[in-house]
């Protein structure tokens, strides 16, 4: 392990030309900004930094640019142990056991431990993790793996059994605020030689959603548009100019894109139209396909609107078939309307209950032979039971005539309970009325 594990191999020219967020890395515990429970007194990194021979394997899961790598960092620098880094992207289970078989060679001839650092661990396949159980279960090495996904999903079981979980959050506007002001007067950043108002600061923090990394690299970029143009004060149009958009936390398979379209969801269902719209907005900028949002909206017009309105269906659909049609970005506009549609629309979850209830008894083999005026088959009828005794609808003055429908297991089983909001609340006078019809003898 080199003996400055922070700066950057090479050079003056070299460092001074690295990107501003490597230059900036955190040296010490003293210079972490946020991510205070990590190194609260007895927690397991703090056990790791101030304990070289405590024998811990941890699991750092956060979103980026909180901290995962330098944590690691921290951890093989401050308790002197030797660090190596693999990276999930571009190794392969011959570099894992090569690694493992070099820590404890190390371990042998000088005692000293060995972090394994492995960045986005999620991408290792099945083998490749189970590569990692003889040395971690030996303690060979000091793991600590990084991963932006959540790791009960995407990390084995026994890799998980044997390590602590550790989250990291993403970092507050005010801490993203620390950690720029900080690059301006380092001698590792601007050396004070660029200014920023605070109100562009501001908006920085703000636009990074958390990402350290990010936001420096966003200051970097328009610190250089501004110096292009001969100015030392960076101001709201260099940012604009480098930035364009802010950081968006989404992704389409991971954690963040199952979080933003629950809160969608549950955003219509609750009728908020202006969250749900946001929480769409936030969906199409970061890439969602089109498509997957509309199925969710169809799903969510039977579910949760129904019939207290039957037209948020025909929406929903129609909606689906022109963002099919048409694609990003004039997809936008009908999944807009959808969304509005469905959030102002009353609410009932009646046909989603009633159906799912059904579903129930037949699962739990409550079903019973369709009456014999039901069925379709005269081949199914015995010789001796005559003509089946099925009254037409059509032929009665109200079109409803009364006789069995249900399996005699079934009879007076209610499924359907309507809802009183919107349309339903007609629907509902109306079965109650119909029900008096089919089966007049009845209690209910």
């Known amino acids: 392990m080199s003996d400055d594990l922070f700066t950057v191999a090479g050079d003056d020219v070299a460092r001074s030309r690295a990107p501003l967020a490597a230059r900036m890395r955190p040296r010490s515990v003293g210079e972490l900004i946020g991510q205070e429970h990590l190194l609260a007194a007895g927690s397991p990194v703090r056990r790791l930094i101030d304990d070289p021979k405590a024998s811990l394997s941890v699991i750092l899961h956060g979103p980026p640019g909180s901290g995962k790598t ?87 079981g026994p890799l998980q059994s044997r390590s602590i979980l550790v989250p990291l959050e993403p970092l507050t506007a005010e801490q993203i605020s620390e950690v720029l002001v900080r690059a301006l007067s380092s001698d590792r950043g601007f050396g004070g030689e660029i200014s920023v108002a605070d109100d562009v600061l501001a908006a920085i923090s703000r636009a990074a959603t958390g990402d350290a990394r990010w936001a420096l690299t966003a200051l970097d970029a328009a610190a250089q548009a501004a110096v292009s143009d001969g100015r030392s004060t960076v101001g709201s149009e260099d940012v604009a100019t480098a930035v364009q958009r802010a950081q968006v936390r989404h992704d389409r398979a991971g954690d963040a894109h199952y979080d933003v379209v629950s809160a969608l969801i549950k955003s219509i269902r609750g009728s908020d139209a202006d969250a749900a719209l946001h929480y769409l907005a936030r969906m199409i900028d970061a890439g969602e ?42 997809a936008r506009i009908p999944l807009a309307q959808a969304v509005l549609h469905l959030a102002l629309a009353p609410k009932s979850n009646s046909a989603y209950r009633a159906v799912d209830a059904a579903l129930s008894d037949v699962r739990a083999g409550r079903t019973g032979p369709v009456p014999l005026h039901l069925r379709g088959s005269v081949s199914a009828w015995s010789a001796d039971s005559g003509s089946p005794d099925y009254r037409y609808p059509h032929d009665a003055a109200a079109g409803v005539v009364a006789q069995q429908y249900a399996p005699d297991e079934l009879v007076g089983v209610r499924y359907y309970e309507p809802g009183r909001r919107g349309a339903e609340a007609e629907l509902g006078e109306r079965w109650q009325r119909l029900r008096s019809l089919l089966r007049p003898d009845s209690d209910e």
Do not use: C, K, Y
Request: charged fraction near 20%; aromatic fraction near 4%; avoid cysteine.
């Open 70 to 156: 330098t944590v690691a960092m921290l951890i093989a620098d401050t308790a002197d142990r030797h660090f190596v880094e693999l990276s999930a992207v571009n190794s392969g289970v011959a570099q894992v056991r090569a690694a493992i078989d070099g820590a404890r060679r190390q371990l042998g001839s000088d005692g000293r431990g060995t972090v394994l650092f492995i960045d986005e661990v999620h991408r290792f396949s099945r083998t490749q993790q189970d590569a990692l159980l003889p040395a971690v279960e030996n303690g060979w090495v000091t793991l600590v793996a990084a991963t932006t996904e959540n790791p009960h999903m995407s990390v084995i």
């Open 289 to 330: 396909d089109p498509r997957f949002i509309a199925r969710r909206l169809v799903i969510l017009a039977s579910e949760d609107v129904g019939l207290a309105d039957p037209t948020a269906l025909l929406v929903a659909v129609a909606a689906a078939e022109a963002a099919a049609m048409v694609g990003l970005p004039e």
